[in-house]
């Protein structure tokens, strides 16, 4: 077994997760001259959910139009994602920081003006997703991500590319630090930490895919949960975690383009060639996208699949726009449409219900870490930002979201005069449980593993569930917990997988606990509860949050939320 030195670093605030929340978090904090720390994964420079590129941003823009206000704005998050979303937050953390965030996007060299007419000051705005008004800013993303990590290291923060973080470590319940390992060179740090924020995206890869890799999805397969676990693990309240998350996307290659299609004014239609959507919400194809998403499963359920996506009807010009958004997330989607036979000439493309993931209800909260206005944890010293907080996720979010909880926690970081111990016995400890599975002869490879947990998941709370598919998922994953003891590494990237496959089990245990305190439907199919169907805001109109009790069991409270009439 390998049994390395333990590296110490120290640093005021170390951002864990180097996408695009994060890499906006050490942006912000080295404005307050704050030593700064970004720990990553993978590359700052292509990491994350827009490691591709992306090629929308949600904003409002205030040009006199009655749906293009701030109020009508925070109104419409109201009605698309009450119960989930903290309007206080969102307004703070969002609204407070929108203008900014587009000219830091930019200031870049990102233009996000219309990619269709060069010279134009105009913004190429699009309609979905039951916005009351084209609130999507369509723009050519593809190089953001290259040229955030760039803006992070002109501005002198450190990096840390392809270390895994494995534990957080606090000191008379305040943080002191966490470690992690490289997963290319097996070196182990120890990270002295004044605060961090967490960054870390969701958690992927825990539910079956439509074509069986559990590596083709529709988001980050990197994402599984690490951060979220780990902070359980120290303490940390999480929120919104009873929800899975699903879209619509072309048969046999998950990947994004929602936004794309409906944006461009693309229908959704089924083996009939109906246009079906308006028979479950009034907005039809521009409605919420869980709404789209319920109106497929009930389709394809009633013998109506399989679905299409429409764009026949498409001018010239738009199909060759679509088709060139439809690149930018991913470049070889408009390359499969046209193996496929998907030409721009008129011919529907199959579609289909992406498989589930852990993630935020609405592109107008998040999963994950509870956060307050200032983006703090209830874990003094962590923040959270992106999707891995309860309150972000998107683009606009993580990037407006993202900047203000780097300003927090630099401000923490001034108050902290020095850094906390850590225990230094427990480091060891974390050191010699991290590298296990490469000493071990025989044991379970993390595939295994991971398929187990898919099964269990899928079969009993993804996405419908009740009282008791939710306790016999319960009794299933608890009843594999030794098996984590028993997973075996034959070298460095299989013991990343090792640990990611293990997070994931722990997080998919979280997300049932929470969806059991839940008796009501919200947000259908991303909370089902087949034996509560209808939505009670009496009751759950708020937030389940969710923490690690002192006898290291899951505790629950509700936290309701208000919104105006």
Sequence with gaps: M???????????????????????????????????LVVEKANIVRSGAIAGGIDHFMAYMENGEDWDSREAYLGYVARVAKGASNLKIHEKVYCDELPAAIERIESLGISLRDPRYPNSQDFFRTQSMGQPGPYWI?????????????????????????????????????????????????????????????????????????????????????????????????????????????????????????????????????????????????????APRNVMVWGALQEIK?????????????????????????????????????????????????????????????????????????????????????????????????????????????????????????????????????????????????????NVVRIITSDHFGPIKTELSLNAALEKLDGIDGERNNLRATNLHELMRCHESSNIHQVAKIMAHAALVRKESRFAPYHYRADYLETDDDNYCGLIGISKGADGQAQTRFEPLEYPI
């Design 138 to 286: 369509n723009f050519d993303g593809k190089k953001l991500k290259p040229r955030m990590a760039r803006e992070v290291n002109r501005r002198g923060c450190r990096v840390l590319n392809r270390v895994q973080v494995t534990n957080i470590f606090l000191h008379d319940g305040e943080l002191a630090g966490f470690t992690g390992f490289d997963i290319r060179t097996g070196d182990f740090y120890l990270i002295h930490a004044k605060t961090i924020i967490i960054s870390t995206g969701n958690t992927n890869r825990m539910f079956r895919t439509q074509n069986g890799n559990p590596f083709n999805l529709w988001y980050c397969p990197a994402n599984t949960g690490d951060l979220h676990r780990a902070a359980y693990d120290a303490g940390v309240e999480l929120a919104n975690m009873e929800y899975v998350r699903m879209t619509i996307v072309t048969k046999g290659f998950s990947t994004p383009g929602f936004n794309a299609f409906f944006g461009m004014g693309c229908k959704l239609v089924n083996s009939l060639g109906e246009s079906f959507t308006k028979n479950y919400h009034p907005m039809g194809d521009k």
């Design 302 to 450: 009633e013998g109506r699949g399989p679905i299409y996506m429409d764009a026949r009807h498409l001018s010239t010009e738009d199909l060759d726009h679509l088709f060139k958004t439809l690149g930018t997330d991913k470049d070889t989607l408009p390359d499969y449409l046209a193996a496929k036979g998907y030409l721009k000439d008129g011919a529907m493309i199959e579609m289909t219900v992406s498989e589930p993931m852990q993630a935020r209800p609405s592109e107008l909260c998040g999963a994950g870490i509870k956060i307050d206005e200032n983006c703090a944890s209830n874990v003094p010293g962590i923040y959270a930002a992106g999707d891995a907080a309860d309150q972000m996720g998107c683009l606009h979010m993580c990037t407006a979201g993202g900047f203000a909880a780097g300003k927090a926690a630099a401000a923490y970081a001034g108050t902290v005069t020095k850094h906390h111990p850590v225990d230094m016995t427990a480091v060891r400890d974390e050191r010699e449980r991290v590298f296990k599975p490469l000493g071990r002869n025989s044991g379970l490879h993390y595939s295994e593993f991971e």
């Design 2 to 36: 390998i049994t390395p030195e333990i590296i110490e670093i120290k640093t005021d605030v170390a951002v864990i997760g180097g996408g695009t929340a994060g890499l906006n978090c050490a942006m912000a904090a080295a404005e307050s001259d704050c030593d700064v």
